[in-house]
Structure formats: structure tokens, C-alpha cells
């Protein structure tokens, strides 16, 4: 499928509720295989990102169903868990989220795998979860540094060490993964990042009842032992901030806009972007609703201004932001001056290398734009033309270049646009709904 954004002749306008955000879709299905009884998890983004999650937790024997976007997953506790037969291989698609966390699980389960995954997901850096794990006498080994990782079944009587670590990279993923094993080990996990990483996770277990502590601002610790019955989840999922990004540079790109997404997540580990905006001089009204399970979600309204200016993003900005620069980048290209984007050399591990996906793009549609090791520089408010790009297999590119589409002089299509299914699959729709020009058209079916 191929997508073509075109000029936009009006405003964006209107109201919307997002699919619920994807790192709290992935924690709420995994950690409801924690738990004893039926988990109710409304709002869950079902997606390309998620299905492989799902499917993964059907593999192990942990029953749920999908009914609308309601998930429902008994729970049965870790030990509740069945030994397989033989050894399952668990794709995880795309998602590095579904493979680090399952690492995780599974090592805190003592059950044999193999995860496995796309040809992009097997160039992801996977040595920074399984040293850890290894450590903490976990049986799991990787194919030098990457996917697929092997698990070893591991016997209930041998229990798991805690370890004091300071992980390398901010990465939720990886402390995500090292909490789930923690939940398994005889001693305490205490766990230092460099940069406060989402802290979703924390807040679940907490919202859980699971021992988790906080001792210093990047650390967190768990001690065990568990509680021996841990309640079922029963919650409404908020959108997710991270599509919402795209919309809301839509809104910001197209001159007269306003719209309003409801029930946004709000966790302010991942609310970067909407700080980066307002530093661009941008009009944001952000009205809190409420908080559940320890998250706070509300409204968020964006009118749009016309002196939208450069911006310097360094330091913890970059990780509360960390998956919105693709968006971010269509906005500091329509702003005015110059952005520079530093400490931000993740980029280059996620579904694609972001700084290079970024800056050959903008590239292509004639935007002046520099790529530095750890980020990039954009010089902004320049007219750029309109062209064929590829989403290349990343959905985030593929959306913002998308949105690119409303600010060019003429349209612009996305090949292979597919990929947003991961995501956002209602992203096309979404744009439409509020006033957009967007057509979806040929290309071969989607994976
Ligand atoms: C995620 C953490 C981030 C983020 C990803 C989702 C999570 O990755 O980029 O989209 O749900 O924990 P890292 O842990 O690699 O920073």
C-alpha cells in the first residue's frame, strides 16, 4: 500500500481517542500473564507491534481474547505457567519491545525458547539485555549481540541472582526486562540508568503491589519475595502520546488548525515532544482527566501558530522523546531557524538508523538538513517539494513523511506505507477524520 499526502487547502480540525499506547498495550498483556485471574484491558492497541506479543503468550499456554480492543488474558502467576513440551520459537515481527521483554519473562519463568523475528528486528542490538540476564544466572545466549536468543529451561528449585547494575543506555526495555527477571531472583535487583528511561513498568508494578522501591531519582529497586497473589488488571488504556505526535505536527505544519485528542497518556517520561513543541512556540492546551494504574492521561488541544522557531534538544529531552524525531524533524523543518538534535546516537538502533532515515529524506524533498553522529541539524522554513519516498520499514518515518505531505508544494506519497500498521493502523483515517487529503492506493497487500 502506498499512501499519498497532498498539499492541505484547509485547516486540520476536530476531536479524537487514539488506540491506547503501545508500551502500555505491551506491559498490560504480558504482565497479566503475572497475575492471578482475568485481566480486563480495554482500548488495547491492537497492532502489528502487538499481535506477536499475543501470539506469543498463546504459544506459552497463557489463554486470552480480543474482543473489539478489549483484551482478556488469565492470568495464572509465573508458576502457574505450563513446561512445554519442546522448545517453542516465538517470532516477535518487528517489535524489539515484545523480543526484550520476553527475554525477560521467560528467564524469570524458566522456560526454554527461541525468539526470533524480521530481518530488522534481527539487526537490533540484543547484547545489552542478555549480558544482564546472564548475570543474573539466566540460561540465555544471543548470535553474536542479535536475535535469534536462545533460552534454556531453567529449574524452579534454581532461582535467579539479583544483581546491582548500571545499564549503559537508557533503554525501558532493558530495565523492563531485568524487572521481570528480578521477580525471580532470591536477592535484590537494584538498577541505575544513566537518563530516566519510561518508567511505565515501575508504575504497574507498583499499581500491582509488586515490591518496587525508588531509592534515587534513576534507580529503581526490587526486592523480593512477591506477594503469593497478585490481582488482575482492570483498566482503560490512554492513547498513545507517541501517535498522537504525528497528528499534532499535522495540526502544527497546517496553517488555521486546531483539533483535540482525548485521553492521551501523559506520563511525563514521554510527554518530550509536547515540551518541544511549546519551546517552538507552539500553542498547546494540555488539560489533565485523570491517572490509572499510576498513569496520568488528559486532553490535548493544539492550535495552530505561524511563527513556529528552531530549537536545541540535548540531554534527558532526548530520552522523553526518544520515538518521536521523526515527527519532531517535519516540524523543525517547517519552523523558522535552525534545530539542532544532540546526545541522541540511539537513533540509530531503532526500527531503522533515524538520523540517516531523517536527513536523506528531508534531502529528497529539497529541506536542508545535516546529520551529526549523535543527532541532527535542520534548517528550517524553507518551501520543500513534494516526491515518492519510501517508508523504509520503519512506520514512524513513514507517518511523519506522510504528515510531511500537508506543508509541501505538492503531494507527497509513501511507498510501502504498510509498516504504519505496526503502530497506528488507523493513522490514515485518523489524518482523514480531521480534514486532511490523504488516499491510500495499490502497492502489494499488507505483510
Ligand atoms: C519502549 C522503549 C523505548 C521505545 C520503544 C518502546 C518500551 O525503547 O523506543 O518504542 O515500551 O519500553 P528503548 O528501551 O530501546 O529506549
Not at 19 to 40: I, M, N, V, Y
Request: aromatic share 4%.
Amino acid at each position: 500500500m502506498h499512501l499519498t499526502v497532498s498539499p492541505a487547502h484547509q485547516p486540520l480540525r476536530g476531536e479524537l481517542t487514539l488506540p491506547g499506547d503501545k508500551s502500555l498495550s505491551h506491559r498490560a498483556a504480558l504482565f497479566a500473564a503475572l497475575t492471578h485471574g482475568e485481566s480486563q484491558i480495554a482500548n488495547f492497541l491492537d497492532a502489528g507491534v502487538t499481535r506477536p506479543l499475543l501470539e506469543a503468550l498463546r504459544a506459552l499456554g497463557i489463554p486470552w481474547a480480543l474482543e473489539g480492543t478489549t483484551l482478556r488474558v488469565q492470568g495464572r502467576g509465573l508458576a502457574g505457567l505450563p513446561r512445554p513440551a519442546a522448545t517453542p520459537t516465538l517470532h516477535c515481527g518487528h517489535s524489539a519491545t515484545t523480543m526484550r521483554l520476553l527475554a525477560g519473562f521467560l528467564a524469570a519463568a524458566g522456560l526454554p525458547a527461541v525468539l526470533d523475528g524480521s530481518p530488522g528486528l534481527r539487526r537490533r542490538p540484543m547484547r545489552r539485555v542478555t549480558d544482564p540476564l546472564r548475570a543474573m544466572g539466566a540460561p540465555i545466549r544471543d548470535t553474536d549481540g542479535h536475535a535469534p536468543l536462545m533460552l534454556a529451561a531453567r529449574p524452579a528449585h534454581r532461582r535467579l541472582r539479583g544483581i546491582t547494575y548500571r545499564l549503559p543506555v537508557a533503554s525501558a526495555q532493558v530495565k523492563t526486562a531485568l524487572l521481570l527477571a528480578a521477580l525471580a531472583a532470591d536477592t535484590p535487583t537494584t538498577l541505575t540508568e544513566p537518563a530516566p528511561s519510561r518508567d511505565h513498568t515501575e508504575r504497574m508494578f507498583a499499581a500491582l503491589g509488586l515490591p518496587l522501591e525508588r531509592p534515587a531519582p534513576l534507580t529503581v529497586r526490587l526486592t523480593p519475595p512477591l506477594p503469593p497473589r497478585i490481582p488482575p488488571l482492570r483498566l482503560t488504556l490512554p492513547g498513545d502520546i507517541s501517535s498522537a505526535a504525528f497528528l499534532l505536527t499535522a495540526a502544527a505544519i497546517t496553517p488555521g488548525s486546531r483539533i483535540t485528542l482525548r485521553r492521551v497518556l501523559l506520563n511525563p517520561g514521554r510527554t518530550g515532544f509536547l515540551d518541544a513543541l511549546q519551546q517552538m512556540g507552539a500553542a498547546l492546551e494540555i488539560t489533565p482527566r485523570g491517572k490509572t494504574y499510576g498513569e496520568p492521561y488528559g486532553d490535548i488541544t493544539l492550535a495552530h501558530t505561524p511563527h513556529l522557531h528552531g530549537i536545541t534538544v540535548a540531554g534527558d529531552l532526548v530520552v522523553r522523546m526518544v520515538d518521536e524525531f521523526p515527527a519532531f524533524a517535519i516540524a523543525a523543518a517547517a519552523a523558522q531557524g535552525e534545530t539542532i538534535v544532540r546526545d541522541a546516537a540511539e537513533l540509530r538502533h531503532k526500527e531503522s538508523d533515524r538520523i540517516a532515515a531523517i536527513v536523506t529524506r528531508l534531502h529528497r524533498l529539497g529541506a536542508a538538513a545535516e546529520a551529526l553522529p549523535d543527532g541532527f541539524r535542520i534548517h528550517g522554513g524553507q518551501p520543500w517539494h513534494g516526491g515518492v519516498l519510501d517508508g523504509g520499514g520503519d512506520h514512524r518515518i513513514a507517518m511523519a513523511f506522510a504528515v510531511a505531505g500537508l506543508a509541501a508544494q505538492a503531494p507527497i506519497t509513501v511507498q510501502h506505507a504498510d509498516i504504519i500498521a505496526q503502530s497506528f493502523p488507523a493513522f490514515a483515517e485518523s489524518l482523514q477524520r480531521l480534514g486532511a487529503p490523504v488516499a491510500a492506493h495499490g502497492g502489494e497487500a499488507a505483510p
